[in-house]
């Protein structure tokens, strides 16, 4: 007689987790055509606003677009660059003193696949022309990716990854 109890538990029990897990794998889809179309839209914007703002305001401006969150990583040709958001704030400080000017320009094949409303893949091939205090010329051209997050009611990204196509020889 006492299994009986035990087994209706256990069948509850698997039921509740199999529901909660068909609605987790299931919310995933909910992102509706109009809902997608926001998120790219607004994602295209946020991606014009980070190359027009780094090209006007230099590097300093990667602060307001870059995730302070521990989650937060850069990578580059590879290697990681920043590990989490205080990385990628004092990074961006030794820049700031390196730098005296930056132009960031992506390419016309700039994707966005939006994920949730929260969350969007961003993939494009980018040109990057940096000055240094020195007054020497870096220019370089590569292909970027990143995850873009809606957070806090503005869009930052939540990681990015560089890969710069080698000079010629």
């Not at 205090?133 to 806090?152: D, L, Y």
Request: charge should be neutral; glycine fraction near 8%; include cysteine.
């Amino acid at each position: 007689m006492r299994t009986c109890p035990l087994i209706l538990v256990f069948a509850t029990v698997i039921s509740i987790g199999y529901g909660r897990l068909n609605a987790a794998s299931s919310g995933s889809q909910s992102l509706t055509p109009a809902t997608a179309a926001a998120v790219e839209k607004d994602v295209r914007v946020f991606t014009e606003t980070v190359a027009r703002d780094i090209t006007q305001e230099g590097p300093a401006a990667w602060r307001k677009y870059l995730s302070e969150s521990p989650s937060f990583f850069l990578a580059s040709e590879g290697r990681m660059v920043f590990p989490n958001g205080a990385a990628a704030t004092a990074g961006i400080q030794d820049l700031v003193r390196t730098i005296k000017r930056i132009e960031l320009q992506w390419g016309d094949d700039l994707r966005v696949d939006p994920l949730t409303p929260d969350f969007a893949v961003v993939a494009a091939t980018y040109h990057e022309l940096r000055v240094d205090t020195a007054g020497k010329r870096i220019e370089e051209s590569g292909f970027f990716t990143g995850t873009a997050e809606h957070r806090n009611g503005r869009w930052q990204f939540r990681n990015t990854h560089w890969s710069v196509v080698p000079a010629a020889p």
